[in-house]
Every structure is written in structure tokens, then in C-alpha cells.
């Protein structure tokens, strides 16, 4: 398996980003450092991948992904409605120079295909914390991040050598990044509501 390495601190390989946001617009899986843990990555609205992802993970289909954007414009196709709360969610969490590793649920945009939200008419999305990232997203678009792991595991890949072997077999190519990551995955808040509901405290301590 292909592994590209890249150090947190080196100014971005435009080159690099092109070929890993050209194998993902391919339909291809790519294992990628977000700011917290390794995750499988695809195209958000590309079915054949989003399928190989829950083969790969033994995950149930009506369990969506969260989906990466690169900006808050993203969000007008991937969402609809967005409450008051969630605005001021995101202005303190998002719209800010250090960003927080943040996923909030919303209303999706109803133009969506279904198996993008696993049926759901919410849509959980997070607004990508390193410029590696954003970069690829800026040329690709969106896509899906899910923790390089078997569905129901505990514990949550900082290196890549904690990612399972089955798992790093069946991807196409793996980004290390040589800058160690935290290991804790994203907070997650409901927000499709005008009251806040707190569903998983990860790296962001937030009090509701």
C-alpha cells in the first residue's frame, strides 16, 4: 500500500495535495490525518466508496458519516435551516483563526441523495481544523471522515501503525503525517434545534 508522509509544520505540497484530492475525485479511499485521529476519507456524494467504507469499517449502513468542508460556504449545499443557536455555535467555534475540532448536526439540504445521510434528514458536518486538509477539500470538495477503525472499537488511531491491518489493506493510498495527532475524536452537537444537545464529548469541552 502507498503511503505519502507529510510533517504539520512543512508549508503545504500543493503537488501532494492535488494527487491526494485527484484519487479522491477517482471514487478512491484515502486514510488521512484530521487534527485528532486518522480517518477513512471519500467523496461525500460518491455511493461506491461511502459503500466500500462501511464494508471496510463493519459499520451499518444507516449510520452516516460526518462530512468535512473547507469553508462556511460549504455549508448552503450540505444544510438547510440553520437555527439561530447553531450560528452562534459556529461563529465561536468555526469562525475563528484557531479552530476547534467541532461536528454539529443540521437539517440537510433536502436536494441531497439519501444515502448521504444513511436516510437521515439531518447531515453531520465539521469544518476541517488543518490547512492540509482545507487544501484538499479546496480542490476536491467535501468529504466524508470517519476514525480508521472497526465499528465499535474504543480507542482511536493517533499513529498509523494503530490503524488495523484489515483496515490499511483494502484503502488505496495512506497520508502519515510525522506530527503526532491527539487521539480523541470530535465533539458532536445537535443543533437542528434552538436548544443545543450535547451527543459525544470529545476534544472540545463544551459547556450547554
Do not use: Q
Not at 485528532?36 to 462501511?54: A, F, N
Not at 476536491?140 to 465499528?151: E, H
Not at 493517533?158 to 491527539?182: C, F, Q, W, Y
Amino acid at each position: 500500500m502507498k503511503t505519502l508522509k507529510i510533517n504539520g509544520s512543512d508549508k503545504i505540497n500543493k503537488n501532494l495535495v492535488n494527487e491526494i484530492a485527484g484519487l479522491l475525485m477517482e471514487g478512491k479511499i484515502v486514510i488521512l490525518p484530521t487534527g485528532t485521529v486518522y480517518g477513512l476519507s471519500c467523496k461525500y456524494d460518491s455511493r461506491d466508496p461511502i459503500d466500500r467504507i462501511h464494508e471496510i469499517k463493519k459499520r451499518n449502513r444507516n449510520h452516516p458519516f460526518i462530512i468535512l468542508i473547507s469553508r462556511l460556504d460549504d455549508l448552503k449545499k450540505l444544510a438547510s435551516g440553520i437555527s439561530l443557536t447553531a450560528r452562534r455555535i459556529i461563529k465561536k467555534f468555526w469562525d475563528i483563526k484557531d479552530l476547534k475540532p467541532l461536528t454539529l448536526i443540521l437539517k440537510k439540504n433536502s436536494a441531497l441523495e439519501s444515502f448521504i445521510t444513511g436516510g437521515s434528514p439531518n447531515i453531520a458536518i465539521r469544518l476541517a481544523e488543518t490547512n492540509f486538509l482545507r487544501e484538499i477539500i479546496n480542490v476536491c470538495g467535501p468529504i466524508i471522515s470517519t476514525s480508521a477503525t472497526i465499528s465499535g472499537t474504543k480507542t482511536y488511531p493517533k499513529k498509523i501503525e494503530g490503524i488495523p491491518m484489515e483496515i490499511r489493506k483494502h484503502v488505496d493510498l495512506i497520508v502519515e503525517n510525522t506530527a503526532s495527532l491527539t487521539g480523541i475524536e470530535s465533539t458532536i452537537i445537535d443543533v437542528t434545534g434552538e436548544t443545543p444537545v450535547l451527543l459525544r464529548e470529545g476534544a472540545v469541552k463544551i459547556i450547554l
